[in-house]
């Protein structure tokens, strides 16, 4: 079946402006995961919903970042009044159910560019 | 502080040799961990799991190790092929936690 999609693959903005990442998961998996990944670093965690609901967004680096699921499918992050510390490539992951151990299944992700 | 570190350098192997990547940590107490590939441009996709209270998981050429004691997992890539270039992460959990935290990662090539 499909895999988890995102969009843009790339995005290129001024600094100041906003921006709205989007993610597919895999249909059915109940937990979606956002992570932020900069050259040479690890995966940030940035934050987890299961369902529609996000028991956890410690990860989000600023209020700028928020982000919102709907019908516990399509996930949204938004970064408001970008800065070029937020160049990273964004990615999302899906799991089947959120609990203890669950396999991630990752997008593409999506290149931002804030100059 | 909590700390997850793979080889900082990348390796560089012979086909058919055995790549061995590291992963350790410090302060977590993980009930799991996990290994990842990641190619150029994509994201991350799982490889393998091995739990707390296992030594040893196989999956076709991939061995990977667990030791609470030494708090490390070692990776092997066995009679590695050039279409085992990639990048490496391994990831754990936060005490038995959904939230997974990745270290690096490791880029692995494999010369023919």
Redesign the interface.
């Known amino acids: 079946g499909a895999g988890v999609s995102q969009s843009p693959s790339n995005k290129v903005t001024e600094k100041g402006k906003d921006v709205e990442l989007r993610c597919d998961p895999i249909s059915g998996h109940t937990a979606l995961y956002w992570y932020r990944q900069s050259l040479g670093q690890g995966l940030e965690f940035l934050i987890y919903f299961q369902g529609n609901s996000a028991p956890d967004k410690s990860g989000l680096p600023s209020d700028r970042f928020s982000a919102e699921r709907t019908g516990g499918s399509v996930s949204t992050l938004t970064i408001q009044r970008t800065q070029q510390e937020d160049s990273a490539v964004y990615l999302c992951a899906s799991s089947p159910q959120g609990i203890v151990p669950d396999t991630q299944y990752f997008g593409p992700g999506t290149r931002l560019t804030v100059l | 502080s909590q700390k997850?570190e793979q080889n900082s350098e990348a390796l560089n192997i012979q086909e058919g040799k055995t790549a061995t990547l590291t992963c350790n940590y410090t302060n977590y107490s993980p009930?799991?961990l996990?290994w990842?590939r990641q190619d150029p441009?994509?994201?991350?996709?799982?490889l393998l799991?091995i739990?707390e209270n296992e030594k040893e998981k196989r999956k076709e050429r991939l061995k990977v190790t667990f030791d609470t004691t030494l708090k490390q997992s070692l990776f092997h890539i066995t009679a590695s092929q050039p279409a085992d270039s990639a990048t490496y992460?391994c990831?754990l959990?936060s005490s038995?936690?959904?939230?997974?935290?990745?270290?690096?990662?490791t880029t692995v090539t494999v010369r023919a």
Request: net charge positive.
């Open positions: 997850i009930a799991y996990q990842y441009g994509r994201g991350p996709v799982f799991l739990r992460l990831a959990d038995n936690d959904y939230k997974l935290s990745f270290g690096a990662g």
